[in-house]
């Protein structure tokens, strides 16, 4: 079956411009993750959905950033005002159930280059 | 706080070897465990997770990681290392402070495997 997609895959940002990641998950999966992975290091979480409730945002990097899953399935991330620290991949992931040892599945990610 | 320790950015083995990447990890709380692998622009796969029970854990492509909690620690083991297995590895462990499971990464281990 399909897995967890995201658009754009490659996405170039002049700074200050304002960029949406879009996010696909499996369906039916109740949870939604997104984390950030700069170069050469591991995925920082941002923020979770528990079907169209954001449950946590503690992980978001400022106000620029936003995050919606309005019916509990896509989920898109937003910058705006994009900075040069924003260039980053940015995943998405999703887990059939909530808890804490379930499998979460990833997406390619979306590689943001802010220049 | 949780936290992920990943000794070694890259570990260099010759196909056949024995495979060792190295995970210790810091929990005020009983730890679930993941180890995820990425192979270059895809997203990350599980390998592997321990959340109960028997401590030495079997996963996919003949990897298996054994918990230690006197040590801290969560080593990714294969006995004979294959080409395919060259791609970066990442440990996670999963915040069961929460009801949903946020991942904290280690920084990733690159594995090379030579001929």
């Known amino acids: 079956g399909a897995g967890v997609s995201q658009s754009p895959r490659y996405k170039v940002a002049k700074r200050g411009q304002d960029v949406a990641l879009r996010c696909d998950p499996i369906s039916g999966h109740v949870s939604l993750f997104w984390y950030q992975q700069a170069l050469g290091q591991g995925p920082e979480f941002l923020t979770y959905f528990q079907n169209e409730a954001q449950l946590d945002k503690s992980g978001l990097p400022s106000d620029r950033f936003f995050a919606e899953r309005p019916e509990g399935s896509v989920s898109t991330l937003k910058i705006q005002r994009t900075q040069q620290e924003d260039s980053a991949v940015y995943l998405c992931?999703?887990?059939?159930?909530?808890?804490?040892?379930?499998?979460?599945?990833f997406g390619p990610g979306t590689r943001l280059t802010v220049l | 706080a949780q936290s992920v320790t990943q000794l070694g950015s890259h570990v260099s083995v010759s196909e056949g070897a024995l495979v060792l990447l190295r995970c210790n990890y810091s929990s005020s709380v009983p730890p679930y465990l993941f180890w995820y692998v990425q192979y270059p622009n895809q997203g990350l796969q599980l390998l592997l997770k321990?959340?109960?029970?028997?401590?030495l854990v079997k996963g996919i492509n003949g990897f298996e990681a054994e918990f230690k909690k006197s040590e801290t620690s969560f080593h990714l083991t294969k006995p004979s290392a294959h080409m395919s297995d060259a791609a970066e590895y990442f440990c996670a462990v999963s915040d069961s402070g929460t009801s949903y499971g946020k991942l904290t990464f280690g920084q990733g281990t690159i594995l090379t495997v030579h001929p």
């Open positions: 992931a999703s887990s059939f159930f909530a808890g804490v040892s379930h499998e979460q599945f």
């Open positions: 321990y959340t109960t029970g028997a401590t």
